[in-house]
């Protein structure tokens, strides 16, 4: 029986989370994204990876099961009592599997044990499996959205919130 386990990151996990994050993308933005999309390399990723364990040591949450790296979830504090979740990103085969529920729940509780009062997210535009996982998990829109320029085009961002006082 396989046993999921959440825990902090650590910086030697960043290769790890940089793999997860670069399958789970590939994954969940293919057909939204156009294959011209600059990607960045391996390298790229682990240090960015490294970088964000040093900044904001205790805000990125893992989740493996039989100790192996399926999932994560990064944030941070955006303002006073305001929170904005960077990432969760879990490896494609153990989606729709709860883990995702359950990473989001950890950081939720974490957030509020540092007294926040409200989580932001961004969200791609027309990325529907995210989408409604955020509203299922008590999200909603604000109307504000972003256009990013990368590369050769550019796409929208859609921005949702959710208090923490929900439960």
């Known amino acids: ?42 390298q790229e990723r682990i240090a960015i990876w490294m970088q964000r364990l040093v900044d904001w ?22 303002l006073r009592s305001q929170a904005l979740l960077k990432s ?13 529920h359950q990473l989001l729940q950890q950081g939720l509780d974490d957030m509020r044990t540092e007294q926040m009062q409200r989580v932001d997210l961004w969200v791609l535009a027309n990325n529907l499996r ?14 504000r959205h972003h256009q990013q320029m990368v590369g050769q085009g550019q796409y929208q961002q859609r921005h949702m919130f959710r208090s923490l006082s929900l439960r």
């Open 1 to 42: 029986m396989s046993v999921l386990t959440l825990r902090p990151a650590q910086s030697k996990d960043a290769p790890e989370i940089a793999r997860v994050q670069q399958e789970s993308w590939s994954a969940a933005y293919s057909g939204l994204l156009p294959s011209s999309f600059p990607l960045r390399s391996e």
């Open 57 to 78: 040591p205790c805000h990125t949450i893992l989740a493996e099961i039989d100790d192996g790296l399926v999932g994560f979830l990064f944030w941070h504090p955006e």
């Open 88 to 100: 969760l990103y879990l490896h494609p085969f153990f989606w729709n599997q709860g883990i995702g």
């Open 130 to 143: 995210a989408e409604h996982f955020y509203l299922r998990e008590g999200f909603r829109y604000d109307g």
